[in-house]
């Protein structure tokens, strides 16, 4: 039985255990994952959740090969936290997610990993090879049980304490098949990740930092919103007395993507500069006009952008700038970092519609190519404008109001 990780499905969502860290589709490490060895699935696990997994429950979605001959594949892999009192409530939670995947793949067979620190060598086995999960290997037992109410049928399940060369596997539903770990770095599926130019993040807290609000910075922008604000309306009103509000939209939208190529250069930005530009995400015209970098070339340099202005803004202004990160590392496959950046823009702003459009999309598997849509609506309202956000370009600041 083999998987092919090229085929792995939509990012996931939050880093709640209702919504797990998901796997992207399209920029999945490529190369073939035989499944039927549990050490070489288990060192792929870090390149296809995108950062190596601690206290966790990592979750394969098989399904048939569209090539024939070649087996199953890994058609989307979920992760859950494992911190949580209730074992038999969590089992319960973590089906219902992964068997509403199943029922959106059109899947059934799935495959599980317990990545785990506190797990210890039983007695009665010890220096027999075999390694005994505790309460986890109830938490198995009680998920096994509940995927397959639902026609859902857990296919093998192996613990082991980390993801490092050398470490002990077994498997948890057979007390004599067990073994060592390769070299993470060696897996087929993780040179061609790292091949691809994709990081694989040392721990998911490198994430949550990227999103992380840094209250000093908060303090200085905010003091400059109100002007930024005020300003923004004066060139509003300016623009909608000559008869033309898009003069507005357009000179606007086009300092954004100066913003995006200057600071590419590595230059940070100003409080004031993220206060204008905390202005221009408010008018949705500009907004929605932005998601369309995420199919674009720049894309990585957007994503930045919106990085810092999430850590720098606070309530609807850091919700609009998490949701246009959560929705560029969607598409791009970066499914953890989704679900973070959108979880942030809820946190900031529970009403915003566009979050949690994009949170539904990510929690139910709808996959990237359903949602590039978005972008491609981006594009159409700054061709109207005059614009195209393809190619960021220094304007005439001269010129521009």
């Given at each position: 039985m083999?998987?092919?990780?090229d085929?792995?499905?939509t990012?996931?969502?939050?880093?709640?255990t209702?919504?797990?860290d998901?796997?992207?589709?399209?920029?999945?490490?490529?190369?073939?994952?035989?499944?039927?060895?549990p050490?070489?699935?288990?060192?792929?696990v870090?390149?296809?959740?995108?950062?190596?997994?601690?206290?966790?429950?990592?979750v394969?979605?098989?399904?048939?090969s569209?090539?024939?001959?070649?087996g199953r594949?890994?058609?989307?892999?979920?992760?859950?936290?494992?911190?949580?009192s209730?074992?038999?409530?969590?089992?319960?939670t973590?089906?219902?997610?992964?068997?509403?995947?199943?029922?959106?793949?059109?899947?059934r067979?799935?495959?599980?990993?317990?990545?785990?620190?506190r797990?210890?060598?039983?007695?009665?086995?010890?220096?027999?090879?075999?390694?005994?999960?505790?309460?986890?290997?109830a938490?198995?037992?009680?998920?096994?049980?509940q995927?397959?109410?639902?026609?859902?049928f857990?296919?093998?399940?192996?613990?082991?304490?980390?993801?490092?060369?050398?470490?002990?596997?077994?498997?948890l539903?057979?007390?004599?098949?067990f073994?060592?770990l390769?070299?993470?770095?060696?897996?087929?599926?993780?040179?061609?990740?790292?091949?691809?130019?994709?990081?694989?993040?040392g721990?998911?807290?490198?994430?949550?930092?990227?999103?992380?609000?840094?209250?000093?910075?908060?303090e200085r922008?905010?003091?400059?919103?109100d002007?930024?604000?005020?300003?923004?309306?004066e060139?509003?009103?300016?623009a909608?007395?000559?008869g033309?509000?898009?003069?507005?939209?357009?000179?606007?939208?086009?300092?954004?993507?100066?913003?995006?190529?200057?600071?590419?250069?590595?230059?940070?930005?100003?409080a004031?500069?993220?206060?204008?530009?905390?202005?221009?995400?408010?008018h949705?015209?500009?907004?929605?006009?932005?998601?369309?970098?995420?199919?674009?070339?720049h894309?990585?340099?957007a994503?930045?952008?919106?990085a810092?202005?999430?850590r720098?803004?606070?309530?609807?202004?850091?919700?609009?700038?998490?949701?246009?990160l959560?929705?560029?590392?969607?598409?791009?496959?970066?499914?953890?970092?989704?679900?973070?950046?959108?979880?942030?823009?809820?946190?900031?702003?529970?009403?915003?519609?566009?979050?949690?459009?994009?949170?539904t999309?990510?929690?139910?598997g709808?996959?990237?190519?359903?949602?590039?849509?978005?972008?491609?609506?981006?594009?159409?309202?700054?061709?109207?404008?005059g614009?195209?956000p393809?190619?960021?370009?220094?304007p005439?600041?001269?010129?521009l109001?």
């Amino acid at each position: 039985m083999s998987g092919n990780t090229d085929d792995t499905p939509t990012p996931a969502s939050t880093e709640t255990t209702s919504a797990p860290d998901r796997a992207p589709e399209d920029r999945a490490p490529a190369g073939a994952l035989h499944v039927d060895d549990p050490g070489e699935l288990i060192v792929a696990v870090p390149a296809m959740v995108g950062f190596v997994p601690e206290r966790s429950l990592v979750v394969a979605v098989l399904r048939d090969s569209p090539n024939p001959g070649r087996g199953r594949i890994i058609d989307a892999v979920l992760r859950f936290d494992l911190d949580q009192s209730s074992r038999h409530s969590l089992a319960a939670t973590y089906a219902q997610c992964v068997t509403q995947i199943c029922a959106t793949e059109g899947t059934r067979e799935v495959l599980a990993v317990i990545v785990d620190d506190r797990v210890r060598e039983s007695r009665r086995t010890r220096g027999h090879g075999a390694v005994s999960a505790g309460p986890w290997a109830a938490l198995i037992t009680a998920f096994a049980r509940q995927l397959a109410q639902e026609e859902v049928f857990l296919e093998g399940a192996w613990a082991v304490r980390a993801i490092e060369a050398g470490q002990r596997w077994w498997s948890l539903l057979d007390a004599n098949h067990f073994g060592t770990l390769p070299d993470p770095a060696t897996s087929l599926v993780t040179v061609a990740h790292v091949l691809d130019g994709r990081p694989i993040r040392g721990a998911r807290s490198e994430l949550t930092d990227l999103v992380a609000p840094d209250d000093d910075l908060v303090e200085r922008v905010t003091a400059h919103l109100d002007s930024a604000y005020a300003l923004a309306h004066e060139r509003y009103l300016a623009a909608v007395r000559r008869g033309d509000p898009d003069r507005y939209h357009r000179r606007t939208l086009e300092l954004v993507l100066w913003q995006i190529a200057d600071t590419d250069s590595g230059r940070p930005l100003t409080a004031p500069e993220c206060a204008e530009l905390a202005a221009a995400l408010r008018h949705r015209t500009v907004r929605d006009s932005l998601f369309a970098l995420a199919v674009g070339d720049h894309a990585a340099a957007a994503e930045n952008l919106w990085a810092a202005l999430t850590r720098a803004l606070s309530g609807s202004d850091r919700a609009d700038a998490a949701t246009l990160l959560g929705y560029s590392a969607y598409i791009s496959g970066d499914g953890p970092l989704a679900g973070i950046a959108l979880q942030a823009a809820l946190d900031a702003d529970p009403a915003h519609s566009m979050a949690i459009l994009l949170e539904t999309a990510l929690r139910t598997g709808m996959r990237p190519d359903t949602l590039r849509r978005l972008a491609y609506r981006g594009l159409g309202i700054a061709a109207d404008l005059g614009t195209d956000p393809m190619s960021p370009s220094a304007p005439d600041h001269t010129t521009l109001w």
